[in-house]
């Protein structure tokens, strides 16, 4: 039977993963973690010079080893990479250990946020719009295919978003419980 201890955030890069991640773990008091801001410490580098030695395939093999890692991990909220789900081996462990949450915005908002970023090498391109509608072409079916709750972070207020991932996660829970027992 899934597990539901753990809480993932899922979506595209700039819909707020890491932010609503950091409120949501406060507010259960569980340990945070952001699986890109792992493969940066462990490396020791940021994530646009891991691209530019190990380029995008050497980045994934990371990500995937840390994503293995962390679902194994009890009572953690994690905001994952905008990528995470590519490899079926993460999609499996996210879907297994945890309550999935796939936060989305319009592009617009997420060109607005990103706007100053320098930190996001997929953004790094001459159309950052054409990309980012060419990767949630690519990805809708695979976070949907993750999701246990999908949110519309771009238009709510960040509270108003920790509190529905909240009531959503609780009465997923009861309901966790009410089968097993
Ligand atoms: N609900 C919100 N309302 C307004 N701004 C927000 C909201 N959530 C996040 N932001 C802002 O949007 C930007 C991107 O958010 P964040 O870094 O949390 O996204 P992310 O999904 O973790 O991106 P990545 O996948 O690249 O790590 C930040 O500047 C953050 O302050
Ligand atoms: O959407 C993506 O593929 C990425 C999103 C970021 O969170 C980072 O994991 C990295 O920049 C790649
Ligand atoms: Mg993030």
Known sequence: MKKLENIYLIGLMGVGKTTIGKQLA????RPFYDSDKVIEDSMGVDIPTIFSYEGEEGFRLREQAVIQQLTALPG????????????????????ASGFVVYLHCSIDKILYRTRHDTQRPLLRTDNPRQRLQSLLVAREPLYMACADFKID???????????TILQQYRAALEQHESIAS
């Open 153 to 163: 972070s771009g238009s709510l207020p960040g509270k108003t978003v920790v509190k």
């Open 26 to 29: 406060k507010a259960l008091q």
């Open 76 to 95: 953690i909220v994690m905001a994952t990479g905008g990528g995470s789900v590519i490899k079926a081996e993460n999609r499996e462990a996210l879907k």
